[in-house]
């Protein structure tokens, strides 16, 4: 079945490094790719998407490619923040009507 | 224009209470989706509603049971709750809710815990 796994946590950085969080799914055809952003006592919220294979999604200074080839879309972000201190979820539709499949999610702890 | 708004945000009950927990769609969102966030299973699908028709189910047992409203507004049921119910429980709103590509925007949630 459609599946997705993210890279475990945490993942602890001084503030302005360089950020990877790796994601690689699996899914029937090509379905959209999503990143969402958890902060502390908060519900979810959509960082960027990519609708189809090559497509880049980029909010905020994050950026992730759609790689079709390698069933990947890591997110990356060149220069953190103490405030992107949060947990990370990639994500992507599938078993129907708007049902999304999360990866388990990586915690990012920015410190000045 | 407003985002997904839940209500209550907390909610203390002990074992074998009922719960009802409350969503609002972004304004001319029909598609509403709900899920369970706990540490040990992470974000789990819980079910969707459009036009106050249930389309789409998780795996869950029948204690959870929701509905929709005409204005799209959601409510989600737990019946003869369990200790094991203690999650954050997040309510998604869509404009149409397609099978693939619709973007789904989240509310803050509803902590649960079961005493």
């Known amino acids: 079945g459609d599946s997705v796994t993210q890279m475990e946590g945490p993942v602890t950085l001084s503030e302005e490094a360089f950020l990877t969080i790796n994601c690689t799914y699996t899914a029937t055809g090509y379905p959209s790719l999503f990143w969402y952003v958890q902060y502390p006592g908060e519900g979810l919220q959509l960082l960027l998407k990519?609708?189809?294979?090559?497509d880049k999604g980029s909010n905020k200074g994050f950026e992730a490619t759609y790689r079709k080839e390698t069933t990947s879309f890591h997110l990356e972000k060149g220069s953190v923040q103490v405030s992107d201190s949060a947990v990370y979820f990639c994500?992507?539709?599938?078993?129907?009507?708007?049902?999304?499949?999360f990866g388990a999610g990586t915690r990012l702890a920015v410190h000045p | 224009k407003a985002g997904v708004t839940q209500t209550p945000r907390y909610l203390i009950k002990t074992r074998g209470q009922q719960v009802t927990l409350s969503c609002s769609p972004i304004s001319g969102h029909r598609s509403v989706s709900w899920y369970q966030q706990t540490p040990g299973q992470g974000l789990q699908f819980l079910f969707e509603y459009f036009s106050e028709t249930q389309r789409n189910k998780g795996n869950f047992p029948g204690r959870f049971s929701g509905r929709q409203f005409s204005n799209s507004r959601s409510e989600m049921n737990v019946s003869t709750l369990e200790l094991g119910d203690s999650a954050l429980y997040l309510c998604?709103?869509?404009?149409?809710?397609?099978?693939?590509?619709?973007?789904?925007?989240f509310g803050p949630g509803t902590r649960l815990t079961v005493l």
């Open positions: 998604a709103s869509s404009i149409a809710g397609s099978q693939g590509a619709d973007t789904q925007y």
């Open positions: 994500a992507l539709p599938a078993g129907g009507y708007n049902k999304l499949i």
């Open positions: 990519a609708t189809k294979a090559d």
